[in-house]
């Protein structure tokens, strides 16, 4: 497969204004995009474009719109609104592109774009090299015809109609009444339609991290910096905080006594409470292999598989649609439930939560440590040049790590796909054993590295 210049894992990203983040990049996605879906007939195509609250937004929007538009694709404007509500929109307006302007959890200055094809998946590698080998054409080439420019506008409710998406995940026979709930949006793309579908299946929300002003999205909030949620619900006595991220594809959860929970318990919990009633498809979880040890033990017992893939949503779900699975995701709390989403959606994952809260009656203390999760060390190492994973010396403390940790536990040393640097990660019930091995491992790559 050739080399992709311009997306990486998760389309494109990078520093706003800074090449490939820049007004001239985005409208030359918008240009080839267009081009892409014009030469494979001559029907009007449409396209849909969603964003997050980042200043950046504002430059990156008309960028597109003006490629997508010269090209002859018409355009349907949303506003803010998170991933998977793109995603979703995608598909049930029919549209043959959907675009997502986000850096997701990163910070203000990042920004980003992701591209859905009309089933509602993220484009394919080879869909996304299609794209790239119209980006370099020279911006006059391909362009339509005065009557033919793509038309644009706006859709007003888009918010109201993921909002109704959402509310109909959660079990009719159920209602959020009597509970009180932290939302922390994170000042992103969620800030309006997370706190309204909780309220409106009958919760009492206490929103945070929803007065976005441009710069603030992810600043001390939302599921990268669970303290302002788990304060919240101190504060307030609520029975639950749940934190979403930038573009509301991932979640945080605390119980009320503001004890943080993460994605593989999250899971965990979600698992067994479908394994119960009968939904959970294909017999196990997908999951990547940065997850605990304890979730693949929690599953064995209830005699369901746990499969392991890369690190990356795309390799999940990838996985998921292969072996029919409908329950996936990461620790880091990017869950995937595809009998509702085709991709990360944090706000279904939170109801399918509090949908276990409401059933069993217990608080979500009870049910936040659905496993005593095995030690886990990680240590990441930088490094300025060459293959450190390559070095012999390295190799042979993996080898003996492994060689001490035997069957007791896992060993992962793998170079990070966005940095220089080499993620070294072990797991084990003997917590200093554990330590000490990513201690040694740690000390060669460092050795080979400088």
Same mark, same amino acid.
């Given at each position: ?40 007939? &001559? ?279 292969e072996g029919g699975f409908n329950l996936g995701g990461e620790q880091s709390g990017h869950?995937?439930?595809? &009998? ?51 070095? &012999? ?46 201690? &040694?491992?740690?000390?060669a790559v460092k050795s080979a590295a400088g």
């Open positions: 497969m050739s080399k992709r210049t311009y997306f990486g894992t998760d389309g494109i990203r990078g520093q706003a204004n800074k090449h490939p983040m820049t007004a001239e990049v985005a409208l030359r996605v918008g240009l080839a995009a267009g081009k892409l879906f014009r030469s494979r007939d &001559d029907r009007r195509h449409l396209v849909v474009i969603g964003k997050d609250t980042r200043l950046s937004g504002y430059m990156i929007e008309p960028a597109l719109v003006a490629g997508f538009a010269s090209v002859g694709m018409d355009v349907r404007l949303f506003g803010p609104l998170p991933t998977p509500a793109v995603a979703m929109m995608t598909r049930s307006m029919r549209a043959d592109l959907g675009v997502m302007i986000s850096a997701s959890h990163n910070n203000f200055a990042d920004n980003g774009i992701k591209l859905f094809g009309p089933d509602g998946y993220k484009l394919s590698d080879e869909q996304e090299l299609g794209i790239e080998a119209f980006m370099d054409e020279g911006l006059q080439e391909g362009l339509a015809e005065p009557r033919a420019l793509g038309r644009v506008r706006r859709i007003d409710d888009a918010q109201a109609r993921y909002v109704e998406i959402v509310k109909a995940t959660f079990p009719r026979d159920l209602s959020l009444s009597g509970l009180r709930i932290v939302i922390d949006c994170a000042n992103g793309a969620a800030y309006k339609v997370a706190p309204t579908a909780l309220y409106e299946l009958g919760a009492d929300v206490i929103p945070v991290g929803v007065t976005p002003d441009g710069t603030n999205i992810n600043e001390e909030c939302g599921s990268t910096h669970p303290e302002a949620m788990a304060k919240a619900v101190r504060e307030y006595r609520a029975d639950i905080g749940i934190a979403l991220d930038g573009d509301a594809d991932r979640l945080t959860i605390c119980d009320e006594k503001g004890h943080v929970v993460d994605g593989d318990q999250i899971m965990a919990l979600i698992a067994g409470a479908w394994a119960d009633a009968g939904t959970l498809r294909a017999g196990g979880v997908v999951a990547t292999v940065m997850s605990n040890l304890g979730l693949e033990r929690f599953l064995a017992h209830k005699g369901l598989a746990l499969h392991r893939t890369g690190v990356g949503d795309r390799y999940v779900m990838q996985k998921m649609r869950l995937i439930l595809s &009998d509702f989403s085709t991709t990360g959606d944090g706000l279904i994952a939170a109801l399918q939560v509090l949908a276990v809260m409401q059933r069993s009656g217990q608080p979500m203390s009870r049910l936040s440590r659905q496993f005593e999760p095995a030690p886990q060390k990680l240590e990441n190492v930088r490094f300025a040049g060459g293959k450190p994973l390559e070095n &012999d010396k390295v190799q042979d403390a993996i080898k003996t790590a492994e060689a001490k940790l035997g069957d007791k536990g896992r060993i992962l040393v793998r170079a990070s796909g966005t940095e220089p640097l080499i993620r070294i990660m072990a797991e084990g019930d003997d917590e200093r054993l554990v330590a000490s091995l990513v201690k &040694d491992i740690a000390g």
